[in-house]
């Protein structure tokens, strides 16, 4: 008889991304075009791209449209293949990227992160 293992929803969805290709380059551009639009014109400063699994944390500051849209797109494929891209009830972004080498799949949550910056 087949072992069965109950996970949470998160290794559930983890497992479930084995079955996604990489977003092809058009999609990837279309997405982040809109996501970075969003966010700058939400007029929020401080952004955050957050793995906990991987204890991945990077702090954007948003100065101009064009220039957040490049180091966005740079740092989101440095760390590896780009699954989905998908803007959540909360107004905040769930990002799926597999690792190029491991091919393990990790979820990154962008998110306005002012509450976290102290500017004096």
Do not use: C
Request: hydrophobic share 40%.
């Amino acid at each position: 008889m087949a072992e069965i293992t109950l996970g949470n929803l998160y290794d559930f969805n983890k497992q479930a991304m084995n079955n996604e290709h990489p977003l092809d380059p058009i999609e990837f551009n279309i997405k982040t075009n809109n996501l970075i639009s969003d966010i700058y014109n939400r007029k929020s400063k401080f952004w955050m791209l957050l793995n906990n699994e991987r204890k991945d944390y990077t702090v954007f500051i948003v100065l101009t449209e064009a220039g957040t849209l490049d180091e966005f797109r740079e740092t989101l494929q440095n760390r590896g293949e780009i699954l989905s891209i998908d803007k959540q009830e909360d107004n905040n972004y769930e990002i799926w990227i597999r690792d190029i080498i491991t091919k393990e799949n990790f979820v990154y949550y962008f998110f306005d992160y002012s509450f976290g910056i102290i500017e004096a």
